[in-house]
C-alpha cells in the first residue's frame, strides 16, 4: 500500500481526501511529483514468499506432535528463507521444493513418520524410512552459511566438520543437546531467529557437545 506524509497526516492511495486536502494538493505542498512515498516494513510473510508460506502451512500442519519439525511458523519461515528454491515436485536434493512435497506428502498418505524429518531443516529421513530429500549435513551446512556466516570459512569446511559428528538419524525436535547433528539442526533453527548464542551451539559449542 503506498502512504503519504503531508503535515503529519497520511494520506494512502485510493482516498481523495483526507481533512478537505486532495493528494494533488498534498504533491503542491510538499513540491514532489509523487509526494514523499513512505516504505511500508514488509512482515515476515511477506518477505518469505508464497513458496515459504505454502511450505510452512503444510509442515506445520501435517507434521505434529513428535514428529514436529519446527517449533512454530515463525522458526519455519525464518529457516524457509535460506533454502534453495528447487523444481516444484521434485523429490531429492537439497531444496524447498523436496521439503514442501514430504511436507504435502506427510498429510496426503498419513504416513508423517515416512516424510516429516525429509520436510524439516536437515532434509533427510530416518535410515529405516526410505529416500531422503538430502543428508543432514548438507541440510546443516547450507543453512549455516546462510545463518551464521562466521562460523566456518566455508561450505566444505562446515561439511568436513559435520562428517565428524554423530547423526542419529532423521531430525527430533526434542533433542536441543548432545553431541550429534540433530542437536546442531535444532539451535540452527533457533539462530534463524536469534543467532546469538544459537550459532555457537549449531556450530558444536556447548550443550551441542
Do not use: K
Request: charged share 20%; glycine share 10%.
Amino acid at each position: 500500500m503506498r502512504r503519504y506524509a503531508s503535515f503529519g497526516v497520511w494520506l494512502e492511495a485510493g482516498l481523495l481526501s483526507v481533512a478537505g486536502v486532495s493528494l494533488s494538493q498534498c504533491e503542491t505542498y510538499l513540491d514532489l511529483p509523487d509526494a514523499e512515498l513512505i516504505e511500508v516494513e514488509p512482515t515476515l510473510e511477506m518477505a518469505a514468499g508464497e513458496a515459504c508460506r505454502s511450505y510452512c502451512d503444510a509442515v506445520m500442519a501435517n507434521c505434529t506432535g513428535a514428529d514436529a519439525v519446527y517449533v512454530n511458523r515463525v522458526q519455519c519461515l525464518n529457516v524457509c528463507r535460506t533454502m534453495a528454491p528447487g523444481t516444484a515436485g521434485e523429490d531429492f536434493g537439497n531444496t524447498l521444493q523436496c521439503r514442501l512435497l514430504n511436507a504435502r506428502l506427510a498429510g496426503e498418505t498419513a504416513e508423517p513418520r515416512s516424510h516429516c524429518s525429509q520436510a524439516g531443516p536437515g532434509g533427510a529421513a530416518r535410515p529405516d524410512l526410505g529416500n531422503s530429500c538430502t543428508t543432514n549435513c548438507e541440510g546443516l551446512c547450507a543453512g549455516m552459511r546462510s545463518i551464521c556466516p562466521e562460523q566456518f570459512s566455508s561450505l566444505n569446511a562446515c561439511l568436513e566438520d559435520c562428517a565428524l559428528v554423530p547423526d542419529l538419524g532423521g531430525f527430533d525436535l526434542g533433542i536441543g543437546q548432545g553431541n550429534s547433528v540433530q542437536c546442531r539442526l535444532f539451535h540452527l533453527g533457533a539462530a534463524a531467529a536469534a543467532r546469538d548464542p544459537h550459532c555457537r551451539h549449531a556450530a558444536g559449542a556447548p550443550p551441542c557437545r
